[in-house]
């Protein structure tokens, strides 16, 4: 007999942990929807066309490919399915795959209803997405994202809206973060430095691991890299990053743009400050919003500002270590890869998995385990009780109770011991006196407490 077992990277949610993680998830959608966001779902496959080219050469390798319906080696390449060459055989086998992040399928979306939807359009998305990593902590290959997108706009006004719904978020989860921005128009003026675009990419790789890898690391692998010369824009960017403000940083990066001779790279690097600047002005707060040169994430479509959010909460355990819990940035290009050229977009994603992860370690889920539930459960005590308890619960429904009819008339302890295990708050008993006197008993499951009720017409 087999052993059932899940995949690699994957969970099953019983009803409590889903309790607490919808509880999560009404925040959110909350939030998403006080500020006028509506909902979006797509589907879980795209066609691999959409997806490949869009996340980097890493990204191509994590996506999950679904082999082609029916026979699927019908249109296989011979050549390389003799060679066992697997990369080169791919695309005859497969040509649709399992959607790897939230926002590369909104930008399809947003293409193909270009004459449906208005413009600016504001959307969230609450859904899993897949990818083929290695399981770890806090990393799995199946996991929800819940996304907030602006598309066609392009004031900065969304990026300081899009970190202040952060805040709302995580202020109603009573979980303490830090919001890391950047932004791509600081980290372009090192191309110049790094003495091309390709030496860049590279060097943003590795100054991304800094968190990982530390000072002497990043040092280490650039010059094992070959990128010498991008060494000194690390200590800069080391150097600013020590500073105790974010006006501080920002001055430091003023004084730096006086410096450069490449007219291109300087106004970017004076755009990516203004920018900066001026979201750290429209945030009502901006104590846990902190300015971070180094912030290098996803850059391959990201074109402006960039951030990350991190845990700073006293009450996750220190040995408790995960990777960001949100992220996102502005891609003003990425519509134009579906042929959408001119249209401006900016998004952050919410990490579901990682953010319930972290709660459950501070202590800060709702505990299903104890708390009584608001639901009722109806029990028959024999055969001739059951028809009159479950028109009972019909009736009782329709006044907008939540009410469950236990199916079958077992003795009342077993029911009512069902009830306990499920943490109903009440239950109602029917008997024959109840029936033939068109009444029902409620009986309060915290408090023992019992009241005669009218049959409700």
Known sequence: MEKPGLPSGTRDFGPETMIQRKYILSIMQQVFESHGFGAL????????????????????????KVLNSGDFLSKADNQWLAEKNSKALAPSISDRGLRYDLTVPMARFVVMNRD???????RYQMQPVWRADRPQKGRYREFWQCDIDVVGANSIVSEAELIEMYQEVFAQLKLGVVIRI??????????????????????????????????????KELNERGLCNTVAAWEFLEKTQELPTNEDKLAALRSFADGLNNQEFKERLVRGVFDISKILTLVESNQNVHLDVSLARGLSYYTGTVMEVVVDDGKVPADFKIGSIGGGGRYDNLTGMFGLKDVSGVGVSFGLDRIYDVLQAAALLPSAGTEKHESCLVCA????????????????????????????TPKLKKQLEYANQRNFGSAIIIGDSEMEQKTYVMKNLVTGAQETRKFPQ
Not at 43 to 59: D, F, I, S
Not at 116 to 122: L, M, Q, V
Not at 382 to 403: F, H, M, S
Request: glycine share 10%.
């Open 182 to 219: 950047n932004h791509r128009g600081i980290l372009d003026a090192f191309v110049p430095m790094a003495g091309s675009l390709e030496a860049w990419q590279q060097f943003m790789i590795v100054i991304d691991k800094a968190d990982k890898i530390g000072s002497d690391g990043v040092v």
């Open 41 to 64: 779902e797509t589907p879980a496959l795209e066609n691999l066309k959409t997806l490949q080219g869009k996340y980097g050469e890493e990204g191509d390798q994590l996506l999950f």
């Open 116 to 122: 449906k939807i208005s413009f600016p359009f504001k």
């Open 381 to 408: 005590m024999d055969e001739a009780c059951l028809d009159y308890a479950y028109d009972l619960c019909n009736r009782l429904r329709k006044q907008g109770e939540k009410i469950e009819l236990y199916p079958g």
